[in-house]
């Protein structure tokens, strides 16, 4: 990877993802600015509240931090996360169907969301933490997907500089608390599960796969939960 | 253009150009669900009322009207069209240069909102008014931003079958009056003006080549202006 001190934007979503990303830019860019989507899922204070944590423990200026509402997801619906009549599927191993928590082109949303405030910015890398272990059946968690997606901001956008950036997007999950832990990234304010926000449950497909990543590095995950299901 | 019964998805902004291609896509599908994108533009209101009264003037049933609060992208500013600050531009002719009524990726937002939809509904097409006459600065308004953004739709959903439809890019302002005039549609029912929202200022980029396409035709615009500098 170039080495570069401009401006860039990391998507923090209140995961552990996002968060070892953010520990990874931070050893590349002289300056972050964060954005955090709010797209009314079921645990979305808790996420916003792991968000604040996070800005503080790395002194993020406020002007470079961004909280944007994007409710219209829930208004669209269609996925587990936003509508409360869908059941949030219960994790039952690799799988390449689509999971119940798909929002219909989510990633899409998020990114454009974060090109336009790069425009604005004038920042020229998008990092955001997207992985394929973490969502086998997500069409847009696909490196193909990153890659026509550089393609399209090189054709619609008038600064024609900006690029997406996916360090983690063939990581394990353990190899992501690793290279957080690397980086002594605040894994404590980190928020996984997609069903609880006062204790993670365990068992959804989310909470599953962080504690098999802490459970393959044979080390404890800073969180609480009801059930570890270990 | 193959014929098609489904249902399609038309992005009714209330402008002209938007209502022409659904007055075509009418004519080709047999069910449409019309969406319109409030992203807290100055004429915003103005622009909902002709949306109302187009789709009161078509019989949409209310489940396939949707309006989504796009506000966001004035929280991330950058254009004359939502932040008060940066003064709309005069038309000063066709150029390449970018106008500052430019709303940084706009587009990609508007038509991720419509895929997102279009997944919900089973819809297969969306039909968008992107002119390039109507923005020849507008880096998103070009046909070989569709093409990508369609190869982008492919990789990025989970049905995969969804394409988004130009049919007035190539078209010059006068061919578009002509297309609505063929198929009947409400043109005292839009609104283009950027700057004002009781009669059109006649003199922003947008009211200039609107006026230019009637002026072509000899025909009157059936809305009013203050001033229509011909």
């Known amino acids: 990877m170039v080495q570069s001190n401009n401006l860039a934007i990391v998507l923090v979503s209140g995961g552990m993802d996002s968060l070892a990303v953010l520990a990874h830019a931070k050893s590349i860019h002289q300056k972050l600015a964060l954005v955090h989507l709010n797209y009314g899922q079921k645990t979305s204070q808790k996420e916003r509240l792991c968000f604040d944590k996070i800005c503080d423990h790395y002194e993020v200026e406020h002007k470079y931090r961004k909280v944007i509402d994007m409710n219209f997801l829930s208004q669209i619906g269609g996925s587990s996360l936003t ?38 910015m004038g920042a020229n890398k998008i990092y955001i933490g997207a992985n394929e272990e973490d969502s086998p059946g997500y069409p847009d968690c696909r490196p193909s997907y990153y890659k026509i997606y550089n393609e399209l901001i090189k054709e619609g956008t008038a600064s024609a500089n900006i690029t997406i950036e996916t360090p983690i997007i063939h990581l394990k999950k353990s190899q992501i608390i690793e290279l957080a832990n690397k980086h002594n990234a605040p894994l404590e304010y ?3 599960c997609y069903s609880r926000s006062d204790k993670a449950c365990g068992v959804c497909d989310s909470c599953a796969l962080r504690l098999r990543g802490f459970k393959e590095l044979n080390i404890k995950d800073p969180i609480d939960y009801v059930n570890r299901n270990e």
Not at 85 to 97: A, N, P, Y
Not at 104 to 117: E, K
């Open 83 to 120: 509508d409360e009549q869908i059941e949030v599927s219960i994790f039952k191993g690799d799988s390449d169907e689509i999971p119940s928590s798909y929002v219909p082109f989510r990633n899409t949303h998020i990114i454009a969301m974060a090109v336009s405030w790069a425009e604005v």
């Open 190 to 192: 980190t928020w996984s």
